[in-house]
């Protein structure tokens, strides 16, 4: 887990990357930690991992997700438990186990990273938005976040 790190919410035309020192930068500023909201337009499922091809209306970038074993009982404290809590422990794995659809909307955390050269994300949290608004709230987020720092540039 990652407590403590800001993840910085971007479009994906913000993001500049540079091959030769391996790093991403936004507006001159170098960042670590990203924070995308896009619409699945492609997606590749492999056994370790997912490759998703995002796209937020400002461009495509591939994100992806590396899976993880799970096993349906690594507790005792679940594997003893009364059933209602066994149902309760393998939907909440479900959930977690989610493979989103072409079409669907994600809020994703990660890191930018490259692989052969190419610019990807490293999805750290990856979630579906199923509220329409959170799109729009996220646009009007980001353009009055444009409008403050284009006010303190001119002063």
């Not at 997606?43 to 993880?68: E, W």
């Not at 989103?100 to 050269?117: M, N, R, V």
């Not at 949290?125 to 353009?143: P, T």
Request: proline share 5%.
């Amino acid at each position: 887990m990652m407590y403590g790190v800001p993840h910085t919410k971007v479009y994906i035309h913000q993001l500049k990357f540079d091959k030769d020192q391996q790093s991403c930068s936004v507006n001159g500023y170098n960042v670590s930690h990203i924070d995308l909201l896009g619409t699945v337009v492609s997606r590749t499922i492999r056994d370790h991992f997912h490759v998703y091809g995002i796209d937020d209306g400002t461009g495509t970038i591939p994100c992806v997700k590396f899976l993880s074993e799970r096993h349906p009982f690594p507790d005792h404290k679940v594997k003893n438990a009364v059933p209602e809590i066994q149902e309760l422990y393998q939907a909440s794995i479900s959930a977690l186990d989610y493979v989103p659809k072409l079409g669907d909307c994600l809020h994703i955390k990660g890191k930018p990273s490259f692989s052969k050269g190419n610019p990807r994300i490293i999805i750290n949290k990856l979630r579906i938005v199923e509220d329409c608004n959170e799109w729009w709230f996220r646009v009007l987020e980001l353009k009055a976040t444009r409008h403050a720092a284009a006010r303190i540039i001119k002063k």
